[in-house]
C-alpha cells in the first residue's frame, strides 16, 4: 500500500510537471531569506552568505545545474556551485555569496536570483531575495605634506578631511594641546572639507589631532627654532633632503628634525652610484651641506636622491630630492695625509725626535704650533680647495662661537677628524681673523673673532655669560622670558639646554612659585667653567 501511494504522488506530481507549470511547485527551490543586508566598510568583508534550498521532486535521482545573478547592479554578483546530485525526493543545501564592491552607496539594492534545472527534464525553477548595502562611517585627514619647515611661531596651516564612508557624516576636528574644537559640519560621502588648524608654540609640543568618524588619532610635533617652528606630521623624527643654496652640481642641503642623525648611505633612484663627502653628521635642527660624487657616465644630468640615517638607534628615510649632478672622468678621492718626519743618523736627531714626539703626545698647543707650521702648507696643496671645506670651516666656526674657550682636543673628538685635517680649518679660520688662539698649560684654546675673557684663563661660554648677567640683574625672572630673549638667535632647545646645565652645575637656581619657573643666580661671581674641560673656580668675566 505504502508503495502504491508513493506511486501515485509521484505520478501527480509527474502530471503538474509535465503541464508545463514547473513554477507551480514552490518548494523545489527557496532561499533562506527574503532580504539580507551586506556591509562594506572597511573592516567589512563585502560579502553575504545566501543558503538555497533544492528539493527533487522526482522519484529518481537527479543531478541539478544551479545559476546565480545581481539584477539591477550590474557592478555586483553572485556566486553558486555549478551542480548537484539528489537521491529521489531528497533535499540539498547550496550556498549562494553576494559580493558587493567596498564603500558601495549606503541603501543601495539588487535582487539576488537563483535559478535551478535538471539534467534531462524540462522544468526549471527560480527563487529571488533582496540584497541591501548598510551605511557606514569613516574619515581621513590629508596634511600639507610630511613636514612643514620654516612656519612662524604663531600661525596656522589646512588640512583636508575625507569622508570615507558611503554616507553623508558630520565630522568635526579637535586637539586639545592646541585648543582647536572644529564644529561637525556635514559631508557627503566621498567628499571632503578643508579645515585650518591654528597653533601658538614655545617650545617642542606633541599635539593630537581626533576626528570624528575616525578612530585614528594624527600625531603633531612642534620644533621651535628661534623665530620659525619646524612641524612634523605622524612622525618624531625626520631627516629632510633640501636643495642646495650653494647651488652648482653635487651639492646637496640635509636637515634634521627631533634629534641628531648619522647619515649611512645614499640612494640615486635612477641607478647611478652615490656617495656623500664627509662625517654624514648633522645636528638637530641644523642644515648642512654636502658634496656628492656620483658615477655614471660623464656630463650634466639631474639625479634623484634620498639618503638613509640612523636617529636615535631607528633607520630614517629622507624625501627624494632633484640634484644637479655633473659626472667628470675622473672622480677624486678624499686624501688623508700624514706628516713625514726625516731625521740624520746621529743620536741628536733621535733625541731631538724623540722629545718632539713626547710634546707632540703630551701637549696639544705644541702638537698645534708644529702641524701650522710643518704641516698645513703640504695639506693645502695636496687637498687644493674643495666647497666641503667651506662648510665644515662653518660649522667649525658656528661651534667655537657657541663653545669659546673650546680646546683642540674637544674640537677634534666632536668632529671626529684628525689632527692634520683638524689644523687646517683652524689655520685657515685664524689667517681669515675669524678666530683666535690662546695657549693655556699644554691646551689650545679657541676664540670667534678674537673675543678673550681678560682676567682669566677659564671662561664659561658667552651665552651662559650672558643668561647669567641677566638672571643677575633681574633676580627672579622667568624661564620663558629668558628662553625668548635668548632665542632670537639661536633654537629654544640650544638655550633650554644651557639653562639646564647652568642649573646642574649650580651656578643658578630654579623656583617654582604658583607654577611659574623662576631663576636666580646661586654664586656670584665665584665660578665658572671652560666648555667640554669642566674646569672650575675661576672668577665670572667683569660685565
Known amino acids: 500500500m505504502k508503495h502504491a501511494a508513493l506511486l501515485l504522488s509521484s505520478a501527480l506530481m509527474l502530471l503538474v510537471l509535465g503541464s508545463g507549470h514547473a513554477l507551480a511547485v514552490p518548494e523545489v527551490l527557496s532561499l533562506s531569506d527574503e532580504s539580507i543586508n551586506v556591509g562594506v566598510g572597511p573592516s567589512d568583508p563585502v560579502f553575504v552568505t545566501v543558503n538555497a534550498t533544492l528539493r527533487n521532486p522526482y522519484p529518481e535521482a537527479a543531478t541539478f545545474l544551479l545559476s546565480s545573478r545581481i539584477d539591477g547592479q550590474p557592478e555586483w554578483r553572485a556566486e553558486v556551485q555549478g551542480s548537484i546530485s539528489m537521491a529521489a525526493l531528497s533535499s540539498g543545501t547550496a550556498p549562494v555569496r553576494v559580493f558587493v564592491p567596498r564603500g558601495e552607496k549606503a541603501l543601495a539594492t539588487g535582487d539576488l536570483v537563483v535559478a535551478a534545472s535538471a539534467e534531462g527534464k524540462t522544468s526549471s525553477w527560480s527563487a529571488k531575495c533582496t540584497v541591501r548595502v548598510l ?104 631627516i629632510i633632503a633640501l636643495p642646495s643654496l650653494v647651488g652648482g652640481y653635487n651639492n646637496v642641503m640635509v636637515m634634521a628634525l627631533g634629534a641628531d642623525a648619522r647619515i649611512t648611505s645614499v640612494e640615486a633612484l635612477d641607478g647611478s652610484q652615490a656617495a656623500l663627502e664627509g662625517d654624514g653628521l648633522v645636528g638637530e635642527l641644523q642644515r648642512r651641506e654636502f658634496h656628492l660624487d656620483v658615477g655614471g657616465g660623464p656630463g650634466r644630468r639631474t639625479v634623484p636622491l634620498r639618503f638613509m640615517a640612523e636617529m636615535e638607534g631607528s633607520e630614517v628615510t629622507s624625501n627624494v630630492v632633484m640634484v644637479p649632478v655633473m659626472v667628470t672622468s675622473k672622480v677624486e678621492g678624499s686624501m688623508n695625509v700624514a706628516p713625514v718626519i726625516g731625521g740624520g743618523a746621529g743620536a741628536l736627531g733621535v733625541l731631538a725626535v724623540g722629545y718632539m714626539g713626547y710634546l707632540y703626545a703630551a701637549s696639544e698647543a705644541f702638537r698645534y704650533r708644529w702641524l701650522a707650521i710643518g704641516l698645513v702648507p703640504l695639506y693645502s696643496l695636496a687637498r687644493g680647495e674643495k666647497v666641503l671645506d667651506h662648510f665644515f670651516r662653518g660649522r667649525l666656526y658656528e661651534h667655537i662661537k657657541e663653545n669659546p674657550g673650546v680646546s683642540f682636543t674637544a674640537l677634534k673628538r666632536h668632529f671626529g677628524v684628525n689632527n692634520g685635517n683638524l689644523t687646517y680649518h683652524l689655520h685657515r679660520l685664524e689667517k681669515e681673523e675669524l678666530v683666535s688662539s690662546r695657549s693655556v698649560g699644554k691646551f689650545k684654546l679657541f676664540y670667534p673673532d678674537g673675543v678673550r675673557m681678560k682676567g682669566c684663563g677659564i671662561v664659561i661660554s658667552l651665552l651662559d655669560r650672558d643668561m647669567m648677567r641677566m638672571i643677575r640683574d633681574s633676580p627672579g625672572i622667568s624661564t620663558v622670558k629668558v628662553t625668548r630673549h635668548f632665542s632670537k638667535d639661536r633654537s629654544r632647545r640650544t638655550v633650554s639646554r644651557h639653562l639646564k646645565d647652568l642649573e646642574r652645575k649650580g651656578l643658578i637656581e630654579v623656583h617654582d612659585v604658583n607654577g611659574i619657573r623662576k631663576l636666580y643666580i646661586s654664586v656670584q661671581e665665584d665660578a665658572a667653567f671652560i666648555s667640554d674641560l669642566g674646569m672650575v673656580d675661576a672668577p665670572l668675566p667683569a660685565a
Open 135 to 238: 551605511p557606514f562611517s569613516s574619515s581621513y585627514a590629508i596634511f600639507p605634506g610630511e613636514y612643514l619647515l620654516d612656519m612662524p611661531l604663531t600661525g596656522s596651516f589646512n588640512i583636508t578631511v575625507v569622508n570615507d564612508g558611503n554616507a553623508q557624516a558630520l565630522i568635526g576636528v579637535v586637539s586639545n594641546e592646541l585648543g582647536l574644537e572644529a564644529a561637525p559640519r556635514p559631508v557627503e560621502a566621498g567628499s571632503s572639507i578643508v579645515v585650518s588648524v591654528p597653533y601658538s608654540v614655545e617650545s617642542e609640543l606633541v599635539a593630537t589631532l581626533d576626528m570624528d568618524r575616525s578612530s585614528l588619532s594624527h600625531e603633531i610635533v612642534f620644533y621651535p627654532d628661534g623665530e620659525f617652528v619646524h612641524i612634523l606630521f605622524g612622525k618624531r623624527h625626520a
